[in-house]
């Protein structure tokens, strides 16, 4: 299950897994990333995090960047696209909609 916490809609939003508990080193990658001027941030913190955007740790500036924040907002409320992307493939879904936005906009 992922809890998608708004921390104030024009600056952050972030997704977060529930069954985890919150790091000092996840803490310091998002203080690292809200000290830099990108718009996405990932993060993998283990050997097995094996592919580029996981669902339970990312997040988005959604006022560096407004096109692509209208795009996720369009994508995550279509009801089709959750239906296809339904059970643990979140991963594929953020990949091919987040991670392909990567370039100098991403922080991983």
Not at 32 to 59: C, E, Q, Y
Not at 63 to 91: F, M, P, T, V
Request: aromatic share 10%; net charge positive.
């Amino acid at each position: 299950m992922i809890l998608i916490h708004v921390i104030n809609v024009e600056d952050y939003l972030m997704s977060r897994d529930l069954d985890s508990a919150f790091t000092q080193s996840e803490r310091a990658a998002f203080d690292t990333w809200i000290a830099s001027n990108k718009s996405f941030h990932s993060m993998r913190n283990h050997p097995m995090h094996d592919v580029p955007m996981l669902g339970g740790m990312w997040g988005f500036r959604p006022s560096l960047n407004r096109n692509i924040s209208c795009i996720i907002h369009n994508k995550i409320h279509n009801r089709e696209l959750i239906k296809r992307y339904g059970g643990r493939a979140d991963q594929t879904f953020l990949c091919k909609n987040g991670y392909g936005h990567k370039s100098e906009a991403f922080l991983t």
